[in-house]
């Protein structure tokens, strides 16, 4: 392939990863901006306190979907463009830096806290709810329910919290599958 192709493929590419990564932002700032409201608002309905769950989780399905899709991005040009850019390695120094601080963190901190706005807005939701569930004195199991339940909720932020923060697993996969592509397309062409 023709060096000045090459260098539009990189560069259209390296956009698109620029596009993602300023949605998954303003995602991000949307979801806190409409949970502090939300948790401002002063209200009677008790159920008002669990709604941000309704606005974090499904912002961060969306943030995971644009981290995985910059980590496609991000291998495909690493395995397939940057090889042939003599000079041009921003993904493979970045890559070769990750994982550099991933080792040098491994043994200091076992748990990311990258994207912990969302575990803590979730937290926040719960307490306040809690406080309102005062009157709620655990009688039967519906009231063990409406107290415990929404830490279901909890649970399921802090799962996608950890799949935001697998980035670098998911780029690592990615080249994987895009050098196995390579090896088939090579193979083809013989």
Same mark, same amino acid.
Request: charged letters at 30%.
């Given at each position: 392939?023709?060096?000045?192709?090459?260098?539009?493929?990189?560069?259209?590419?390296?956009?698109?990863?620029?596009?993602?990564?300023?949605?998954?932002?303003?995602? !991000?700032?949307?979801?806190?901006?409409?949970?502090?409201?939300?948790?401002?608002?002063?209200?009677?309905?008790?159920?008002?306190?669990?709604?941000?769950? @309704?606005?974090?989780?499904?912002?961060?399905?969306?943030?995971?979907?644009?981290?995985?899709?910059?980590?496609?991005?991000?291998?495909?040009?690493?395995?397939?463009?940057?090889?042939?850019?003599?000079?041009?390695?921003?993904?493979?120094?970045?890559?070769?830096?990750?994982?550099?601080?991933?080792? *040098?963190?491994?043994?200091?901190?076992?748990?990311?806290?990258?994207?912990?706005?969302?575990?803590?807005?979730? =937290? =926040?939701?719960? !307490?306040?709810?809690?406080? *309102?569930?005062?009157?709620?004195?655990?009688?039967? @199991? *519906?009231?063990?329910?409406?107290?415990?339940?929404?830490?279901? !909720?909890?649970?399921?932020?802090?799962?996608?919290?950890?799949?935001?923060?697998?980035?670098?697993?998911?780029?690592?996969?990615?080249?994987?599958?895009?050098?196995?592509?390579? =090896?088939?397309?090579?193979? =083809?062409?013989?």
């Amino acid at each position: 392939m023709d060096k000045e192709l090459i260098c539009k493929e990189y560069e259209i590419l390296h956009g698109e990863i620029e596009k993602k990564i300023e949605l998954q932002n303003n995602l !991000l700032i949307f979801m806190v901006t409409a949970t502090i409201i939300t948790i401002a608002v002063e209200s009677e309905n008790l159920l008002l306190y669990l709604f941000p769950f @309704f606005i974090i989780i499904p912002t961060m399905n969306r943030i995971t979907y644009y981290r995985k899709a910059i980590a496609r991005i991000s291998a495909y040009m690493i395995v397939f463009l940057e090889p042939k850019l003599n000079g041009i390695s921003w993904e493979t120094r970045n890559l070769q830096l990750n994982r550099r601080n991933d080792e *040098e963190k491994k043994d200091k901190r076992k748990i990311k806290l990258d994207y912990y706005e969302c575990p803590l807005l979730s =937290v =926040v939701c719960y !307490l306040l709810y809690l406080c *309102e569930c005062k009157a709620y004195q655990l009688r039967n @199991f *519906e009231d063990l329910v409406k107290m415990a339940g929404p830490v279901f !909720l909890i649970a399921i932020v802090i799962y996608l919290t950890y799949r935001i923060n697998e980035f670098s697993k998911d780029r690592e996969a990615m080249m994987n599958s895009w050098k196995n592509i390579e =090896v088939i397309e090579k193979r =083809v062409k013989k």
